[in-house]
């Protein structure tokens, strides 16, 4: 194996430098959402209007619903367009071309079609945006049929599985935290690809298993560094794709360590940690020593001052504690 | 409203009538067949709009692409879909169109660019944009046909699409099939215009109302819309003002529940079928030859479907994941 070469950038430049490959990879490729041409906008865009023109990297109408019905027929006649939903709380308004129509097509049209389409949606709470823009929305994803769902917490996998989610011939849902868009760390140089379908651990341990889901996956690396300190070595595991999820690499751990955190940044309440525990009890009900215990944001909307705020959105301190819960 | 003047030859007009003539013993088969318990799901028939279905694809070429709806048996046969896979389909076989997955709503036969009737009321008129967008991108002079009903015309997805197609100049006809009615509900309460072709104003697009039941006149508008999209000019709407003399669905009637007997005698009196006949002034042999015709091919799709298989159960995990 030749020496991979690492180096340190940001999570968005990650996703910035995906598209540019990809782009420049395959003309079948294209990018189209609201704002997406003028590189100032948003960093996971700079600089691909200017390099590959508007055609392919196309401002739309704040018209959600058209652009993306017109990005899975666009997929339907052979391109493979990428979507910039700027924010997931936009996206309810294209819940129909994307659940009824990409999800469904493929099969309900008996493999005549596929549908190579990737829906970036930049997600979650933190910067006091209030009840309509700092929504975590994969939940509901995972009850879509025909939909990957793509859930990256680091540089490295936002870049590596951005470019896998452009090469499948399904439709992805690509969801990027918007908290960790700033969020640095090693990815290595060239051509890298992250599969789709794996959990990944992200720091090794015997005492107990953090799962976390984007931000939270970071926030429970953090929570097992403070967890460290007073003595519980923790297992980090990031499943990366909730559809498919994978669940033996999950229980894997979880059979190691007999108890396990699910955090994740959408609310509790037929959430993502919900599958996953439900998952785990028919998989390794065996090893578990206790129940799982999940950390979400509470089954409020998430409000704009920064105390409230608080108070609903998950966090290292609040994994840190129901950790010690479930150990004690 | 536009009707047909006299400029088309007697041999493409004789075409048409086939069409709207296998399109008419397609549904009345499928009717009957759904009736004996022997079509699976739903079934909306199309029987007196058949002028739109083939004037509309008269104007097209081959390697173009129409979109369609729920009462979408019309479109699909007027581009050339095969009758025995789409009966098939039908009939819960698998050697259907869609492998008996999707159904009389999502007919669909991509090999003839048909692709899909899409159920959902307004969402087939974005992937027509979509559509669009592929062949612009790619330099080709293809254009792609959404059919929609009046219904749809007061759905977002319809003006979002026109507004994308207006924009970007995309290569798409917008064919608004107006038979008076959403289900039960008229146009005339639902929907702000008289003329729903006065749409296409706000997306500075041409617009023509058209006499439905005339598959002359709707030819001779789809053609100009047609070369217009193919010349790079972008979108245009047409109305084609028909009805359907059968119910929303098997549900309702066809008349005497919302529609007045004397207004669906009214409409009957304009079956396209007998106006395309007066035009070509045919004679019994005539009408004869072409009934026999289109019994030959409706018999043949009927014995394909007959005597198809039923899917085996592993076709229910299939298709997902390309």
């Given at each position: ?108 049209l008996g493999g005549q ?172 009900f065996g090893a578990l ?40 | ?270 079956d396209p079928l007998i ?48």
């Amino acid at each position: 194996m030749p020496e991979v070469k690492m180096r340190t950038i940001s999570y968005s430049t990650a996703i910035n430098e995906a598209l540019h490959e990809e782009m420049a990879r395959d003309e079948k490729v294209f990018l189209m959402g609201e704002d997406v041409a003028l590189s100032a906008i948003s960093p996971a865009t700079a600089g691909l209007g200017d390099r590959f023109g508007h055609e392919r990297v196309r401002n739309t109408p704040i018209s959600e619903l058209g652009f993306t019905g017109a990005a899975v027929g666009a997929a339907m006649a052979g391109y493979r367009p990428v979507l910039d939903m700027r924010r997931i709380d936009f996206m309810m308004l294209a819940i129909d071309p994307i659940a009824n129509q990409a999800a469904k097509l493929r099969y309900m049209l008996g493999g005549q079609v596929s549908i190579p389409l990737v829906i970036r949606a930049p997600e979650g709470g933190g910067s006091q945006n209030g009840p309509t823009h700092s929504q975590c929305l994969e939940a509901w994803f995972i009850q879509v049929p025909g939909l990957r769902v793509i859930v990256p917490s680091d540089p490295a996998d936002a870049k590596g599985l951005l470019k896998s989610a452009i090469r499948e011939d399904n439709p992805v849902l690509f969801v990027e935290y918007r908290a960790l868009y700033s969020l640095e760390g090693p990815v290595p140089e060239g051509d890298h690809t992250e599969p789709i379908g794996k959990a990944a651990v992200k720091r090794e341990g015997s005492d107990i298993t953090l799962i976390g889901i984007g931000s939270q996956a970071r926030s429970c690396l953090e929570a097992a560094e403070l967890l460290a300190g007073e003595g519980v070595d923790a297992e980090v595991v990031d499943p990366r794709t909730i559809n498919p999820l994978d669940v033996e690499g999950i229980a894997d751990s979880v059979r190691k360590t007999g108890r396990c955190i699910v955090a994740e940044e959408g609310h509790k309440s037929g959430g993502v940690g919900a599958e996953i525990a439900a998952s785990l009890q028919e998989a390794a009900f065996g090893a578990l020593k206790t129940p799982i215990n999940r950390v979400a944001a509470l089954d409020v909307p998430v409000p704009v001052h920064t105390k409230l705020e608080a108070i609903v959105l998950p966090s290292t301190e609040k994994i840190v504690a129901a950790a010690k819960k479930v150990l004690s | 409203m536009a009707r047909s003047t006299s400029r088309l030859s007697r041999k493409r007009l004789g075409e048409m009538y086939r069409t709207m003539l296998r399109i008419r013993r397609f549904e009345e088969t499928a009717d009957d067949l759904y009736m004996v318990g022997k079509v699976v799901g739903g079934v909306h028939v199309s029987i007196g709009q058949e002028a739109c279905s083939a004037g509309v694809c008269a104007a097209l070429r081959e390697d173009d692409a129409v979109l369609t709806t729920h009462r979408g048996h019309g479109h699909s046969i007027a581009k050339g879909t095969r009758l025995p896979e789409m009966l098939a389909e039908l009939m819960g076989k698998v050697t259907g169109l869609c492998r008996s997955k999707g159904g009389s709503m999502h007919i669909a036969d991509v090999s003839k660019g048909h692709y899909g009737a899409h159920s959902i009321v307004g969402a087939n008129m974005p992937m027509a944009a979509g559509i669009g967008l592929a062949y612009q991108l790619e330099g080709k002079d293809q254009v792609a046909v959404v059919f929609f009903g009046d219904g749809a015309s007061n759905n977002g997805a319809f003006h979002e699409a026109m507004n994308l197609c207006a924009i970007w100049k995309l290569p798409v006809v917008f064919f608004c099939e107006n038979n008076q009615y959403a289900v039960s509900v008229p146009a005339e309460y639902s929907t702000s215009v008289d003329d729903i072709s006065v749409r296409s104003k706000g997306y500075d697009a041409p617009g023509l109302t058209v006499d439905g039941m005339d598959v002359a006149a709707v030819y001779e508008a789809s053609r100009e819309a047609v070369a217009h999209a193919r010349r790079g000019l972008g979108p245009s709407l047409i109305e084609g003002k028909t009805y359907r003399f059968f119910g929303h669905s098997r549900g309702d009637p066809h008349y005497g529940m919302y529609r007045t007997k004397e207004e669906w005698e009214g409409w009957k009196g304009r079956d396209p079928l007998i106006v395309c006949e007066k035009m070509l002034k045919m004679t019994a042999k005539q009408k004869k030859a072409h009934a026999d015709a289109v019994e030959a091919e409706i018999k043949e799709a009927i014995e394909f479907a007959e005597s198809s298989p039923e899917p085996e159960e592993s076709v229910a995990l299939e298709d997902i994941f390309a």
